[in-house]
């Protein structure tokens, strides 16, 4: 198999590189990347958000020491030129009054001229990207919400002006999202390169074990996974990244800190953060951080309470991060998040209204918690031909009900990954060959008073190779990965094998304005959806219908259109990207435990694979406009599923339906230090049943927020934020129904945040 995908990697280098040859002879070395000039130079724009070019900011070259060589300072119309600059990998150090410092490495040739724009974000705000194509890398667009404006919460908020995502349960504690339809148990999601592991009770764990505050970036990739993204993404993936101390600290600052102090209306929430983060010597940064909150029962829409929806969290991180020092780079983390609360001892979503009553069945106290530890190192010389990453990781989720019998749900996932990454120029065409290797081990434990423990694993090994070529007329990517897996259903059954999965995307640019774009990639995970609390009863002799199981595969095709042109003389921007996708998982695994009572109590007996594929498809429409005070966002996602499992245990695992998703976000800045924000969701009405899921009626959300940062404050901020503003009573689609009921979201939220930056 290896020396297979050997052969078929020189063979789609071979390929690509006969593409790279076609794509510069149709495209002159002016219009590329690099130019030929008489002396190295570095030239390009800086920008702000919003497209608009940022006057008077200074760009410095900085030395494979951190020290400051060349400088400039952009003119009129945002531009810049760093002449007399060294050969080799260099890194940007990019300042402006009222932004936040960005570094951007580089590669510098001798004779040439390089050239990039950079755009700046003000300081401490986070940045939420949505990808389509995703494995295209020019089909990334910014969207317009902000986690500081919108004064995110939980990470339902994260996710509050993207169309394609769907977050349901209703309260905190039964929330599951949802990408494209497709459940997040099937995506490949990371904090900070971390994998987060399997269910533990029901859903617990998992996406919504983390804290808003602390994350700089957010990648939703629903599309076509290039092999160095990592395994078992059947349905996409989400990838997050907590912030640095140098993304934090403020110009030429050698230390800072804030604090923040906010409430929230619907379950009377109160939260507090703070802070403190230092850059004692050039290129190295450290970061402390906490922050707490606590909250009632959720109030829905017309007034009414959701019983024993209260609780409280508590986030810490501590990070080191050296960057770019000497060519090298290397970050160090510890995440804890820990939530807990009384709820019913049911699964979170499970509706309110038909819980037994409180003497047959008591709330419980439940906690779960989330420790993450992640190692990165990477060292880039100015030589192409090496580039090295190298991360680790360890993630634990623990849930706990110690009143419930003892009940304890673990899961303790390791890996890491080793990679490197070859650097092709040639005139206007740009190459990367990455190749390397991952792998993870997920160990899940069940405990319970007077019952002996129940274990079971997942391993994952895979070699990878991406190859990635850009010029001025498109983009080509093609690559493939080998995945070697193994689990365990019980004490003695087992799921082995090895199985390879390709993918191929890129893009053609029309006109400089217009390009098509296309993806196709495979995906498989050798494991399934049962969450730990189930596992558990896997009988030592349980059958796997057919004699044995086939792995779990995906396949997902996209294709579409890009609009990207300036207008109004350059002082605007247009963006208008439309894509149509489908994503098939095949030998989706299920089990049968025959009985009555609850589904955590009953033994399993048999486990199979699905003789139907599940199916998402359907087509994502969104577009920009930016202005110099003003962007405005428009996006609508149409996700029609088939094929999906009709028993409540598994369709919540595997998909929701949700009618046509439509997200307005716009902004406008009246003045300087002001920032205004008006968001509309609107769902249509749901009106085929899918699965276990009912019809469902539509909906729309109103939500107004505004921003004030007086300049006399330096350092002030406050903000506030009308959610749902009309208080409307609804339900989110993909939230589990049972006996016709099902668990409200929230209504009217009020939200004022108070924060204060040394």
């Known amino acids: 198999m290896y020396r297979s995908l050997l052969l078929a990697v020189l063979g789609s280098a071979v390929t690509l590189h006969a593409a790279s040859a076609a794509l510069a002879a149709e495209s002159p070395a002016s219009t590329g990347w690099v130019q ?38 952009t003119s009129a119309n945002g531009s810049f030129v760093v002449e007399r600059v060294a050969v080799g990998r260099r890194v940007l150090l990019v300042t402006a009054p009222g932004f936040a410092t960005r570094r951007v490495t580089l590669t510098v040739d001798d004779g040439r001229a390089t050239s990039v724009d950079v755009t700046l974000q003000p300081p401490g705000v986070t940045e939420l990207v ?14 317009t919400a902000r986690l500081d404006r919108n004064q995110a919460l939980q990470v339902k908020d994260v996710f509050a002006a993207e169309p394609s995502v769907s977050v349901g349960g209703g309260t905190r504690q039964g929330q599951r999202a949802y990408l494209r339809g497709v459940e997040g148990t099937n995506l490949n999601i990371t904090i900070d390169g971390a994998r987060q592991g399997q269910n533990l009770y029901n859903h617990r764990g998992g996406l919504a074990d983390a804290d808003p505050e602390m994350l700089k970036r957010v990648e939703l990739q629903p599309g076509p996974s290039a ?28 230390a800072g800190a804030f604090l923040r102090a906010g409430s929230a209306s619907s379950n009377e929430a109160l939260r507090g953060s703070m802070a403190a983060y230092a850059q004692p010597v050039a290129g190295l940064g450290l970061l402390a951080y906490v922050t707490g909150n606590r909250f009632e029962d959720q109030r829905i829409g017309g007034g009414d309470l959701v019983p024993y929806s209260g609780g409280d969290d508590v986030n810490y991180l501590l990070k080191l991060s050296l960057l770019n020092r000497r060519h090298n780079s290397v970050r160090i983390s510890a995440d804890r998040y820990e939530t807990q609360g009384f709820n019913f001892m049911q699964r979170g979503d499970y509706p309110y209204q038909v819980q037994l009553p409180i003497a047959v ?41 110690p009143n419930s019998a003892g009940e304890r749900f673990l899961s303790v996932v390791w890996g890491g990954d080793v990679r490197n990454t070859f650097v092709f120029d040639s005139g206007a065409i740009r190459q990367r060959l990455t190749v390397g290797a991952d792998y993870f081990r997920s160990d899940g434990l069940a405990q319970r008073t007077a019952a002996p423990d129940r274990t079971n694993f997942e391993t994952n090994t895979g070699l990878f190779v991406q190859h990635r ?8 990517t093609a690559g493939a990965r080998v995945d070697d897996f193994e689990s365990s259903f019980g004490t003695i ?25 296309a993806g196709y990639g495979r995906a498989v995970r050798g494991s399934s959806t049962i969450p730990i609390h189930f596992a558990r009863n ?51 695994i299920g089990y049968l435990a025959p009985g009555t009572g609850g589904l955590g109590g009953r033994p399993i007996r048999e486990i199979y694979n699905e003789t139907e594929d599940f199916r998402s498809e359907g087509f994502d429409v969104r577009g920009t406009w930016r202005a110099s005070a003003f962007e405005t966002f428009l996006g609508v996602t149409r996700a029609t599923l088939s094929g999906v499992q009709l028993l409540p245990q598994f369709s919540a695992r595997q998909a929701a339906p949700m009618g046509d998703k439509l997200v307005w ?35 729309t959300v109103h939500d107004l927020r505004a921003e004030w940062a007086p300049r006399a404050g330096r350092g002030l901020v406050v903000s506030a934020a009308a959610l749902n503003l009309f208080d409307a009573r609804y339900i989110n689609q993909a939230t589990l129904t049972e006996l016709g009921f099902a668990t409200e979201e929230p209504g009217r939220d009020l939200r004022v945040t108070i924060g204060y930056r040394f």
């Open 469 to 476: 070529i850009a010029g001025a007329r498109g983009l080509l």
């Open 227 to 254: 092999a160095d993204q990592g395994a078992a993404a059947l349905g996409g993936s989400v990838r997050m990244e907590t912030v640095d101390a140098q993304d934090l600290l403020r110009d030429g600052r050698r």
């Open 361 to 401: 069945r008591p709330p419980q106290d439940q906690t779960v918690i989330r420790t993450t530890l992640t190692g990165q190192y990477g060292y880039a010389p100015p030589q192409s031909l090496i580039d090295v990453e190298v991360k680790s990781y360890r993630n634990v989720n623990d849930f706990s009900a």
């Open 538 to 588: 896997i009988v030592d002799d349980v059958v796997f219908r057919g004699g044995a199981l086939e792995p779990e595969r995906s396949t997902q095709t996209e294709a579409g259109m890009r609009l990207s042109r300036t207008v109004g003389g350059g002082s605007q921007r247009l963006g208008v990207d439309v894509a149509v996708f489908r994503t098939t998982i095949a030998n989706a």
């Open 665 to 699: 976000d716009s902004r406008f800045r009246p003045w300087s230090g002001v920032s205004l924000g008006y968001t509309l969701t609107a769902v249509a009405d749901l009106t085929d049943a899918v699965g276990a899921l009912p019809p469902r009626p539509g909906y």
């Open 130 to 143: 949505s990808v389509v194509g995703a494995t295209v890398a020019t089909m990334t667009t910014e969207l």
């Open 493 to 517: 059954r087992r799921l082995n094998g090895r199985v390879a999965s390709p993918n191929v995307s890129g893009e053609w640019r029309v006109t400089p304005a217009v390009g098509l774009f």
């Open 36 to 73: 030929a000039v008489s002396e190295p130079i570095i030239r390009g724009r800086v920008l702000d958000a919003t497209g608009a070019v940022i006057v008077g900011a200074t760009v410095a070259v900085l030395d494979a020491d951190g020290q400051a060589g060349p400088v400039a300072t």
